[in-house]
């Protein structure tokens, strides 16, 4: 759809100025989002950290964690049992 109105000559100013701000917002969005989930997995370490202190949490249980976990939330993606491993890690020297 052709518009026949002339645009003001500050347009190409203004465009870009409302594009960086785009971007920089989608910048900080990502970057909470990724300090939230590094926080979340560090979380889940704790915990995995303080059951195993606690007693009998063996080989057997962290694949069975993992499967119970990606039924509960299969649109999430990192919760296989290697990944769980990873989060204990993670908490255990943080």
């Known amino acids: 759809m052709a518009d026949d109105h002339p645009l003001p000559t500050d347009y190409g100013e203004t465009l870009e100025l409302i594009s960086t701000r785009v971007r920089a917002a989608r910048s900080r969005v990502q970057l909470a989002a990724n300090a939230q989930l590094i926080h979340l997995y560090w ?5 995995l950290l303080e ?3 606690r007693g009998r949490w063996g080989s057997g249980v962290l694949p069975r964690l993992a ?8 649109d999430v ?3 296989s049992a290697t990944n769980l491993k990873y ?3 993670l908490a255990a020297v943080a």
């Open 43 to 47: 979380s889940i370490g704790s915990v």
């Open 51 to 53: 059951r195993s202190a």
């Open 67 to 74: 499967g119970d976990l990606r039924r509960a939330f299969p």
């Open 77 to 79: 993606k990192g919760f």
């Open 87 to 89: 989060m204990r890690q």
